[in-house]
Nanobody, 126 residues
Framework: QVQLVESGGGLVQAGGSLRLSCAASGRSFSSYGMGWFRQAPGRDREFVSAISRFGGSTSYADSVKGRFAISRDNAKATVYLQMNNLKPEDTAVYYC???????????????????WGQGTQVTVSS
């Protein structure tokens, strides 16, 4: 089982940028498809972005398309989420997740992910 640790969250003004990182340890990182999800207070967890095991496929929620970019470095066992033009509605705890069963494509279904990180807080002020 892979272990995941997110970092890079913080407080930023609207229009600013942050880059989240998710470092993996344990089983071979390149075996996993990776995803980012977020959960705002009082709201359900929602899909943000996903990337296949070798990075050939990516997907995004409509709300972040054109502003966020997911990438991965298998040599460093790390997945990234570059977030640009941040908006107050992006405020949430961001979680990375790993999936073995959907490693070759992407999925926005949280139930298909096998491991989750502890989350990192992103707060965007207006």
């Amino acid at each position: 089982q892979v272990q995941l640790v997110e970092s890079g969250g913080g407080l930023v003004q609207a229009g600013g940028s942050l880059r989240l990182s998710c470092a993996a340890s344990g089983r071979s990182f390149s075996s996993y498809g990776m995803g980012w999800f977020r959960q705002a207070p009082g709201r359900d967890r929602e899909f943000v972005s996903a990337i296949s095991r070798f990075g050939g496929s990516t997907s995004y929620a409509d709300s972040v398309k054109g502003r966020f970019a997911i990438s991965r470095d298998n040599a460093k066992a790390t997945v990234y989420l570059q977030m640009n033009n941040l908006k107050p509605e992006d405020t949430a705890v961001y979680y990375c997740a790993a999936t073995l069963r959907r490693a070759y494509d992407t999925t926005n279904n949280g139930r298909e992910y096998d491991a989750w990180g502890q989350g990192t807080q992103v707060t965007v002020s207006s």
